[in-house]
């Protein structure tokens, strides 16, 4: 039977790294990589046998990325510290270690929480890439959605994991306010331009594309609030980057001549 390694990157999170831990007892390791937790998730890590680490926030690839080159195992389970394998999930990977597998990793249907309630199967999951062969993948070191990236052949799992992220609308609106900043970098970086454009018509296709196309109006009123704000998310990330652009073009030249220099873009690689 091939062997499997979990791995956690943490800070402050003991209301939800319990339960993450909890679902992978099964597991043959469990790296948890701490970023100098103020509360208790340390101590919660250790109580479920993890093995933990501890440095600076390095950011969210190169962090993650960290912490898969301190498993040991053949597989490689990446779990944020607010997700959780169900029991269905855990199965079926096992059931997978214990038979010759014909691929390098594996997406993962993920069902999330929606503010009050848990989103329908039938809205569609989000697949995501977290099961993989240690030697065959790695981390990329983008500012925000660090995914993994193997090399050869993926499949698809069909039970999901839970995700307990979205625990109102204040701290979804928080995350994607912190989200849409990081994402600057890496549009400046790709050289994307006509931001305003984007800004006009992308929220409204996203709304769309959330609400109605993946059936968004099947959770209720959660998934109408949910759905405007991922527009609200479209629209930030152009916007940001608009301002990025003005604000590089014009300064504080557009302002009274005795303005104070307040103005602060992002940071943005050179």
Known sequence: MKTISAFVTTFNNEKTLANCLKSVQWADEIVVLDSYSTDSTVSIAESYGAKIFQHEFLGYGPQKQSALEKISCEWALLLDADEEVTPALAKEIQGMLTTESGHDGYKLPRQEQLFWVMSSPYSGFNYQLRLFRRLAGALSDDAVHADPEVHGTVGQMRHPFYHYGEVNIHAKEARINAYSSGMVEEKVAKGKKHPLLMCLFYPAW??????????????????????????????????????????????????PADAPDNLAPPKVPK
Do not use: D
């Open 206 to 255: 996203t709304f769309l594309q959330s609400y109605v196309f993946k059936r968004g109006f099947l959770n209720g009123s959660a998934g109408f609030i949910g759905s405007v704000i991922m527009a609200h998310y479209a629209f930030l990330k152009y916007a940001k980057l608009h301002e990025y652009y003005q604000v590089e073009k014009y300064g504080t030249s557009l302002l």
